[in-house]
Structure formats: C-alpha cells, structure tokens
C-alpha cells in the first residue's frame, strides 16, 4: 500500500467551478500535512499546511483534515485557468521525510 | 521567508564528466536539505538527506558514489552527478526545512514546517 495516495487525473473542471483535490495516507500518527502546486517545467510552490482537523482557508484555498478516516483534501474556490497545474499531497512521516503522492492533474478550461 | 536558491536551473553536459549543483537556505539556517530528482510526468523521488557536518542519507537504490553530496555549512549543500550518463538527465530539485520555526497552537503537538523547494536544475547530458 502506497503512503500518500492521490487520484492521478487530470481532473477538468470549468472556470469559476470548485475543484476538489483529495489525498489519503496510511500512517497514523502523522501529524502535518501539505498541499503544493507544481507547474509543467518548474518546482513544487508550497499552497497551504494543516496540522488540526477541519478546515483552513487562505484566499481561495480551503484544506480540510479528518485524521480519523486519514484523509486530506484541497478546495479550490472560483477555479481559473492559471489553476491548471500538478496538485502534490505531502505528509510528514517518520524518519524526518516529507512523503509525496503522485500528484492530481487538475485542468480548468475557459 | 524561507527561500532556498538553486544553481545552475539549468546544465548540458557530455557524458563521463560530472555536474555539481549547489542548494542554498538564503534567510535561515538549514541542518538539514534534501535532494529530489523528477522524471517526465513523474513525482518527486528523494534521492538522500544532506546533514551538515556529516555524511549524507542515501535512500535505498541511489548509488552513493555517483551522487556525492556535501553539506559544508548551515546554509550550503552541493548534489555532484558523476560521471553523467544520458540516463541521469532528469529535473532535481532541492529543498530545506526552516526548523526553528514555531508552529501553530500552543506547543503541545509536534510541529514539522514545511519544506521550501529550490527552482531546481534540468540535468541534460548528451
């Protein structure tokens, strides 16, 4: 079982639309939890950290935790073009890594 | 704040020589860097751990040898490829930890900050 686990895509959505990244993980006793964007060519641009359950919002960006059902997911209000981008799910796990999925695809369209 | 700077973002070389990348921590301090690399529509893979003032933490399958890291000072971590081989041209990319930053909360849980990544150096050898 892969430790960060992320729907591949590409997800397309409409502009203006919400676009819903989702990420589990399998270790429990992680504690902190990431979302970065990273555009074709260039280096991962971190977005947004959580470290509670339920929801935290910056601008358009909403994370939202439940460490219960280990599960961590993005909103992204009022989807624009420049969205389009790789969405990678970070966690923290032991031994002092970061642990990445394989990144959601996500494609918004005018 | 945390804003790690990378060199060259870009490099061609022919094969059999070697490429050395430098990562930098430009406004904290950093103990410890990591080293990714990232095939074409793949994720990011971490090659090894850089801790100042003591020998690196290779992951399992990446060949010590031929990525030789060094991590001088508290803000400088060099990844040297070599003997490149057309087989090493890949994105790597470097990132770093500020670990005194304080988290949210009161303290009582484990804060990790999180990882600032370089811009990252495409590797081609010809």
């Known amino acids: 079982q892969k430790e960060v686990e992320q729907n591949s895509g590409p997800l397309s959505v409409p502009e203006g639309a919400i676009a819903s990244l989702n990420c589990t993980y399998s270790?429990?006793?992680?504690?902190?939890f990431f979302w970065y964007r990273q555009y074709s060519g260039k280096s991962p641009e971190l977005i947004m950290s959580?470290?509670?359950?339920g929801d935290k919002e910056d601008g358009r960006f909403t994370a939202q935790l439940n460490k219960a059902s280990q599960y961590v997911s993005l909103l992204i209000r009022d989807s624009q073009p420049s969205d389009s981008a790789t969405y990678l799910c970070a966690v923290f796990g032991g031994y002092n890594k970061l642990i990445f999925g394989a990144g959601t695809r996500l494609a918004v369209h005018p | 704040g945390a804003v790690v700077s990378q060199h060259p973002s870009r490099v061609i070389c022919k094969s059999g020589t070697s490429v050395k990348i430098e990562c930098r921590s430009l406004d904290f301090q950093a103990t410890t860097m990591f080293w990714y690399r990232q095939f074409p529509k793949k994720s990011l893979m971490l090659m090894a751990t850089?801790?100042?003032?003591?020998?690196?933490?290779?992951e399992q399958g990446v060949e010590k040898d031929k990525f030789l890291i060094n991590h001088a000072s508290l803000t400088l971590s060099t990844l040297t490829v070599t003997s490149a081989h057309p087989e090493d041209s890949s994105f790597y990319i470097c990132?770093?930890?500020?670990?005194?930053?304080?988290?949210?909360?009161?303290?009582?849980?484990?804060?990790?900050?999180?990882?600032?990544f370089g811009n990252g150096t495409r590797l081609t050898v010809t």
């Open positions: 850089s801790n100042e003032g003591s020998k690196a933490t290779y």
């Open positions: 959580i470290y509670s359950n």
């Open positions: 270790d429990r006793g992680s504690q902190s």
């Open positions: 990132s770093a930890r500020d670990q005194h930053l304080r988290g949210p909360g009161d303290g009582s849980r484990p804060y990790n900050s999180p990882l600032h």
